[in-house]
């Protein structure tokens, strides 16, 4: 199994510029999860999904937008970049909610200049 | 509202023992989970307390007191390539809430 993969691994932005973060799991993992961190930090949950067709707002979730259309892809778009964006973003899924272990992929490294 | 409370930094020998703690101000969470991160790379799964108590996976172990809202993740027989972050998180049906990280730089 690849587990969880994201692409692109690097992306620099101009602001105002669109873009799609995609995230591809293949553990048959219900619950997907988009994180930020930022240098220094801990990570902030943007938005999750608990199944295909149902997202919903994690702590940070303005300038984002996500779709589930099918159990293992969890893509992020943002609109109109801005500086406030660069951050490190990565895509996390686990089986269950209360107890199970969430497997993040390797991350995207994105600047908004 | 909800946090996490961490050190930023910790430092220690080759072979000794690391207490890293975390207290939080939330309420109505499932257990405390502890992950790894080496600088650049993806967090890992290291340790779940959903219990009060001591959880001991091979040299980690992790502890968990939900009447003083404070946990802590023990490292023993520290290695060199345990230098990395550590951040405890809350779980929340799912949802993590993390902690700010504490570094730890094992010396030799």
């Known amino acids: 199994n690849a587990g969880v993969t994201q692409t692109p691994k690097f992306r620099i932005l101009k602001i105002g510029q669109s873009m799609t973060l995609q995230c591809a799991q293949d553990?048959?993992?219900?619950?997907m999860y988009w994180y930020r961190q930022d240098p220094g930090m801990g990570l902030k949950l943007i938005y999750y999904?608990?199944?295909?067709?149902?997202?919903d707002k994690g702590e940070v979730p303005n300038g984002y937008n996500v779709s589930r259309s099918t159990t293992e892809d969890f893509p992020l778009r943002l609109e109109l970049a801005a500086p406030s964006q660069t951050s490190v973003y990565f895509c996390?899924?686990?089986?269950?909610?209360?107890?199970?272990?969430?497997?993040f992929g390797p991350g995207t490294r994105l600047t908004v200049l | 509202g909800q946090s996490l409370e961490q050190p930023s930094e910790v430092t220690a020998v080759e072979g000794a023992i690391v207490q890293i703690n975390c207290t939080y101000q939330?309420?109505?969470?499932?257990?405390l989970s502890w992950y790894q991160q080496h600088d650049g790379g993806a967090p890992t799964f290291l340790s779940y307390?959903?219990?009060?108590g001591l959880e001991e996976t091979g040299r980690f172990s992790s502890f968990l007191s939900r009447s003083d809202s404070y946990g802590y993740l023990l490292l023993q027989e520290l290695q060199m390539k345990d230098s990395a972050s550590y951040f405890c998180?809350?779980?929340?049906?799912?949802?993590?809430?993390f902690g700010q990280g504490t570094e730890l730089s094992v010396k030799p």
């Open positions: 939330t309420s109505g969470f499932y257990g």
């Open positions: 998180a809350v779980n929340q049906g799912g949802k993590l809430i």
């Open positions: 307390n959903a219990l009060d």
């Open positions: 996390a899924s686990s089986q269950l909610a209360e107890e199970d272990t969430q497997y």
């Open positions: 553990m048959n993992h219900n619950y």
């Open positions: 999904s608990v199944g295909a067709g149902i997202t």
